[in-house]
């Protein structure tokens, strides 16, 4: 049973364009969470989403990030006209309820040049 | 969440227990203790979790006091490979994991 899978593991955008992280639960997780640590701090919380619904998002920031996980296919974290302060380590977790244990996959990172 | 305190960082020495203590004095009784730990940059790692009861699994014990204000986490062999940021979280059943600083355990040769 593959873990939480993320991709890219490394990824380089310049300000302005797009940044697309992909989160493939763990087999049977239907509950996925984002979090964003940035350099040298802790892990910050964005966003819980379950198939097809967000449940709670009140870490994302309000402009230029949004989330989705289909019904088919990965969660998506979307990060529109990147600036240097989104340079981060993305990390997505999934549990099978949501009280169960999340775990974590090994993380996007993004770096903004 | 309820918040928790951790000491910043503490040494342990390999082979031996290593004991990282939290408090969490404003727990609600609905509230479970969940640790989990980050090794360099890694995804976060689940480690164990518990509600009132002490807990053991086949990476640690979780030791929580009768009032539930504090727990301990418990390494019985810590190796260098437990070198880490070990994160101690309360969290209701339904919630989302709050991340504090957590502690910085080395695990000294």
């Known amino acids: 049973n593959a873990g939480v899978m993320q991709n890219p593991r490394h990824l380089v955008r310049r300000r302005g364009q797009e940044a697309r992280l992909r989160c493939s639960p763990m087999?049977?997780?239907?509950?996925v969470y984002w979090y964003r640590q940035l350099p040298e701090e802790g892990l910050k919380f964005m966003v819980y989403?379950?198939?097809?619904?967000?449940?709670?998002e009140s870490g994302m920031p309000k402009e230029r990030f949004s989330a989705e996980f289909p019904k088919e296919g990965p969660s998506i974290l979307r990060i529109q006209q990147v600036v240097r302060g989104d340079s981060a380590a993305y990390f997505c977790?999934?549990?099978?309820?949501?009280?169960?244990?999340?775990?974590f996959g090994q993380g996007t990172r993004l770096t903004v040049v | 969440d309820a918040k928790t305190t951790q000491p910043t960082s503490m040494d342990c020495a390999e082979g031996r227990a290593a004991n990282l203590p939290c408090n969490h004095s404003?727990?609600?009784?609905?509230?479970?203790v969940y640790w989990y730990r980050q090794i360099h940059s890694q995804g976060p790692q689940y480690i164990i979790h518990?509600?009132?009861n002490n807990e053991t699994n086949e990476m640690a014990s979780l030791i929580i006091t009768e009032d539930r204000k504090s727990s301990t986490l418990i390494l019985p062999h810590a190796t260098l490979r437990d070198t880490a940021v070990y994160y101690c979280?309360?969290?209701?059943?339904?919630?989302?994991?709050?991340f504090g600083q957590g502690t910085e355990l080395s695990v000294k040769p």
């Open positions: 977790a999934s549990s099978i309820q949501p009280g169960e244990e999340a775990f």
């Open positions: 087999k049977g997780h239907s509950h």
């Open positions: 989403l379950q198939k097809e619904n967000i449940i709670d």
């Open positions: 404003t727990i609600s009784g609905n509230e479970y």
């Open positions: 518990g509600l009132k």
């Open positions: 979280i309360v969290r209701v059943a339904l919630g989302k994991l709050i």
